[in-house]
């Protein structure tokens, strides 16, 4: 009977370590929790919307932007439904021919805000060669768009996947591509500040102000492809 009690113990834990209310699976034992389960869209939806737009399909275990077949309104970014402070993301990506997409951080969802990239800054994703974005210093695979170029250039040949980590831990920020680290800085401090009053988004005051919020997938008009996402909380 002890035996029979332990089993069910243990079957109880187990369940309750496999989901989370917001999120797709909650923690494992090493404390990474699965934000895609390979299968559907649970725990993620379009910014500023409730759930996530039918241009967004799940195709071979991974998360596709389908533009070929894109239905009005039902595309734009795909954010988390939870929000993170110090974490450690990791994903694979692959993108299209030409296309051109983008991992953004710490994105703050409240209305006031239009778009996913007003408040999250980017690790970039797009085909270098391809795209003419790809010509712009700071805007190649791997940059902290528009702010860090990388500090090496490692992406792989289009149509072949990508790994991407983002590492954020009190402000220190990494970005690592295929294994390798391709930036570090640090967020919030003085350097930062010269690094958004120098860029873009030196306009934007809410630009990469927030020490928390939500995973975005950008829809940049392209076809993309996001798998393997999984978030360790630091």
């Known amino acids: 009977m002890r035996s029979i009690n332990v ?3 243990g079957a109880a834990l187990l369940a309750g370590c496999s ?5 797709v699976n909650n923690s494992n034992s090493k404390g990474w929790q699965k934000l ?12 500023r919307k409730p759930t996530a737009g039918t241009d967004w399909k799940v195709v071979d275990g991974a998360l596709f932007l389908d533009t070929k077949n894109k239905t009005a309104g039902q595309g734009g970014d795909l954010v988390t439904n939870e929000e993170f402070t ?40 797009i085909d270098n060669d391809g795209h003419s974005d790809g010509k712009i210093t700071k805007h190649r695979a791997g940059d902290l768009y528009d702010l860090v170029k990388s500090r090496v250039e490692n992406v792989k040949p289009v149509g072949q996947w990508n790994t991407a980590e983002i590492i954020l831990n009190n402000g220190n920020l990494e970005l690592i591509q295929n294994g390798e680290s391709v930036v570090k800085t640090t967020m919030w401090d003085d350097n930062w500040k010269a690094l958004v009053a120098n860029s873009k988004f ?22 993309v492809w996001y798998r393997n996402i999984s978030i360790k909380r630091l």
């Open 202 to 223: 030196k306009t934007w005051p809410a630009f990469g102000i927030y020490k928390t919020g939500k995973i975005a997938l950008q829809d940049h008009g392209n076809d």
């Open 86 to 125: 110090n974490y450690h993301l990791k994903l694979e990506w692959k993108i299209s021919p030409g296309g051109n997409s983008g991992i953004i951080f710490n994105v703050n969802e409240d209305p006031k805000y239009g778009a996913t990239y007003t408040t999250g800054p980017e690790m970039q994703v």
């Open 19 to 23: 989901s989370s209310k917001d999120g």
């Open 7 to 9: 089993m069910i113990l």
């Open 36 to 47: 895609f389960d390979g299968k559907t869209t649970t725990g993620w939806h379009t910014y």
